[in-house]
């Protein structure tokens, strides 16, 4: 069997600069390997060994967020045109997987000595993202050696392990690469290694320049996501919103709302992050009085049309709310420090509030949105294509199957000094 040298720390760097200092295994490195040796039997066992087909066109889409940004472009093409890979667990051989990550056991044993102390903690924590990182390489290249024909993959995570893999192979098959945002970016993000960029804005730019050499041609088109917006309506509901993601602490948030209840004559809605759906704790705050905006029945705009104003901790829905002209407001519910990773509070989309009695000033006060400001993260915002970047990018990318996709952007693009496409 031909030896694959895969460097699964590359693969993983994103752990390194986004994670290091928010997460820790409690677990041994021996536990992992007990861990991966049971599921590996189980692999064993399923069998599932068969490499997946492939059309022309294949769409990656994972989770939610990525289905919802890639979702507008594909509904310029018909269901029989390209391929959906939205489910890795399914779609993907994961007994092929588990199977080579295991004849690489030995190396990856000697990575992990490399790794330095401080950060061991962490590659335990995402063990399987650095054990299974030599089974996906070997199986990705194996998949794209079989799909001949397959000539585009279009991305909306370029940080994801299985995405990681595709990226970093695709070139070698002459395959051309699309990448658009699912959300906002920040500094810990990979450098872009794509054929074309389409990005939401100059915020995106700028960041990715700071981030390392950028690979292909960028456009700040602005993001399919947000071309729902314009068959939306804001409601006239007095609302106050609270958006909760991962490392937000539930006992804050349960502190907060308790406050805002007692000081505001106002419904309040609670909107999880959608990893974060299926915690219990939902029920028990929708049983205290408060409405759940659940992200699999509603989405991020529907929920902020409903609002007066959005609470939040650093989180692209600030963002969401402002394009709906929804005045929003950061509020840190972890313990961890405000990092604004998205350069929000450096641009001053929304203010920041410290404490509970300031938010409850700031919520009674109201707030306001800055149309400049918001253009600065999305391109498309009060432009012609508002609401048609979807059309622009599916445009875009027929031209790429075709071989003509510079052809495409005529009358659209103009190329600007500084090394991107703005809207003309």
């Known amino acids: 069997m031909k030896y694959t040298h895969v ?7 994103i752990k390194f600069s986004a994670c290091r200092d928010l997460v820790h295994s409690p677990r041994s490195l021996a536990s992992c390997y007990v861990s991966f040796f049971i599921h590996f039997l189980y692999k064993m066992v399923s069998f599932r060994w068969k490499l997946p087909d492939f059309k022309e066109l294949l769409f990656v889409a994972p989770t939610l967020n990525n289905k919802k940004a890639l979702g507008p472009i594909c509904d ?67 998949l794209l050696k079989k799909n001949s024909r397959l000539k585009v993959i279009v991305f909306a995570n370029d940080h994801i392990l299985v995405n990681r893999c595709l990226i970093e192979l695709a070139a070698s098959y002459h395959i051309k690469t699309l990448y658009t945002q699912h959300a906002s970016v920040n500094g810990n993000f990979p450098s872009l290694l794509f054929s074309y960029s389409f990005l939401d804005g100059l915020d995106s730019f700028e960041k990715y320049r700071l981030i390392g050499h950028i690979m292909g041609k960028v456009f700040l088109s602005g993001n399919p996501r947000f071309d729902i917006i314009n068959n939306l309506k804001k409601g006239d509901e007095k609302a106050i919103g609270i958006a909760v993601n991962e490392l937000d602490n539930i006992d804050i948030l ?44 509603e989405n991020s705009f529907e929920f902020v049309a409903k609002l007066r104003l959005l609470v939040a901790n650093e989180s692209g829905i600030h963002l969401d709310a402002n394009l709906m002209k929804t005045p929003s407001v950061l509020y840190n519910f972890s313990t961890n420090p405000v990092m604004d990773w998205y350069s929000y509070i450096k641009n001053e989309l929304m203010p920041v509030c410290s404490t509970k009695e300031d938010l409850l000033k700031c919520i009674q006060i109201g707030g306001k949105i ?11 915002f009060d432009t012609s294509y508002e609401g048609k970047v979807s059309t622009v990018i599916s445009g875009f990318i027929k031209g790429m199957l075709q071989d003509n996709e510079m052809e495409c952007i005529t009358g659209i693009f103009m190329n600007h000094e500084d090394g991107y496409y703005s809207y003309m």
């Open 370 to 380: 800055n149309a400049e400001k918001i253009r600065y993260y999305n391109a498309a």
């Open 254 to 297: 349960k502190n907060l709302c308790a406050y805002l209840s007692d000081n505001l004559n106002e419904r309040i809605i609670i909107r999880p992050h959608p990893s974060m759906e299926q915690m219990p704790v939902w029920n028990d705050l929708a049983k205290a009085g408060y409405v759940i905006s659940y992200p699999t029945k």
């Open 76 to 142: 310029n093409f018909s269901n029989d045109s390209y391929t959906m890979l939205d489910d890795f667990g399914k779609q993907l051989p994961y007994s092929k997987i588990y199977f080579h990550s295991m004849l690489h056991l030995i190396d990856f044993h000697k990575e992990y000595q490399k790794v330095h102390q401080q950060d061991r903690p962490l590659v335990r924590y995402f063990f399987y993202d650095f054990i299974l990182a030599y089974g996906i390489y070997i199986t990705i290249d194996q």
């Open 7 to 13: 460097d699964i720390m590359k693969l993983n760097a």
